[in-house]
């Protein structure tokens, strides 16, 4: 069963809206918190006026993990790992939903409207959310991430 300590960060450019609404939904059965960035509407905006606040909330500590949605899932997740401190990732399968946790500690998912339906996006969620970082010698792999994010940071 999920349990989260913190709210999920939730946004959407126009091409996600309607499987960031769906995910609301399932959310909200599921009785777990959000905090919904945007879009509120259908109309066109771009992905990362929505993506840098979201992630924002995640790397502050407001919210634990982001939910993160566009036409194809891509440019969103791109938007998102400019976010110092995030990992995201973009899936439309379940296998590597669960293991982008599992082994990558990525605290971002990011899915395409325009591609992954919404029942399998709530299979996405569910295994994202219930997964959990397995450390170890993938702890080391997440550490020389950060350790690329640091040099960056630094040019």
Known sequence: MIKLEKPIALAADHGGF???EAIKEHLQE??????DFGTVTGESC??????QPACEAVVKG???LALLFCGTGVGISIAANKIRGIRACCCSDVFSAEFTRRHNNANALCMGGRVVGAGLACSLVDAFLNAEFEGERHERRVNMLKEIEDAQATL
């Open 62 to 64: 407001e919210c634990g």
């Open 30 to 35: 599921l009785g777990l918190a959000y905090q």
């Open 46 to 51: 771009d992905y990362p006026q929505v993506a």
């Open 18 to 20: 309607a499987l960031k």
